[in-house]
């Protein structure tokens, strides 16, 4: 029985050494990345502070084959620098193009998104302000001089408004007029 629980420890101990297997770097910013995954290829070999050892040998370009430095140079390649690949999918900054082509459509998207609702607000704004026009335009027709103009107070009595109560009401029926009806 002991073999065998020397065998699960030996086994976890195994375990634990490949979960270490961390890349650790300085960025362009300064900043430390932690990674499992080796840096970008444009990270220089001097801020590379820790690679694992035992799962992948130094960091080589590994997108020029041995024979390219025999093969002439093509297409105002300079020399010395890193032959080109054909997949064309990193810009020389060393990001996705198609990643950035992502970032874009999801940035107008999210403006056409904005747009819309902003055209919506607008709509209903316009909307409203239609309403309360024509609110307004009946309120100062039943307002009008000569007519007896009934409420309900607060007891859910009817009332009578006098002279001064409708004056205020008219005028500021006028005032949404003016306001909302252009």
């Keep these: 029985m002991t073999l065998h629980r020397l065998f699960l420890l030996a086994l976890a101990c195994t375990w634990a050494a ?8 300085v960025d362009k910013d300064g900043r430390k990345v932690f990674s499992d ?5 444009d990270v220089p070999q001097k801020n590379i502070l820790k690679e694992p050892r035992a799962l992948t040998p ?7 084959p041995a024979t390219a430095a025999a093969e002439p140079q093509a297409k ?3 020399p010395g620098a890193p032959p080109q690949t054909g997949t064309g999918t990193t810009s020389a900054s060393g990001t996705d193009k198609s990643l950035e082509e992502a970032k874009t459509k999801a940035e107008e998207q999210e403006k056409a998104k904005k747009k819309a609702q902003e055209e919506a607000k607008a709509q209903k704004d316009a909307q409203t302000r239609a309403d309360n026009c024509q609110r307004a335009r009946q ?5 009008e001089p000569g007519r007896l103009v009934a409420t309900t107070n607060a007891k859910g009595e009817r ?4 002279d ?13 007029i003016q306001r909302d009806c252009k």
């Design 76 to 78: 105002g390649d300079t």
């Design 159 to 162: 009332a009578y408004m006098d």
């Design 58 to 64: 130094a960091r080589t370009n590994t997108a020029a």
């Design 139 to 143: 309120a100062k027709v039943t307002l």
């Design 18 to 25: 490949a979960a270490s297997a961390q890349y650790q770097w």
């Design 164 to 176: 001064a109560t409708r004056a205020a009401e008219l005028q500021r029926a006028e005032q949404i």
């Design 37 to 41: 995954r080796p840096p970008p290829m």
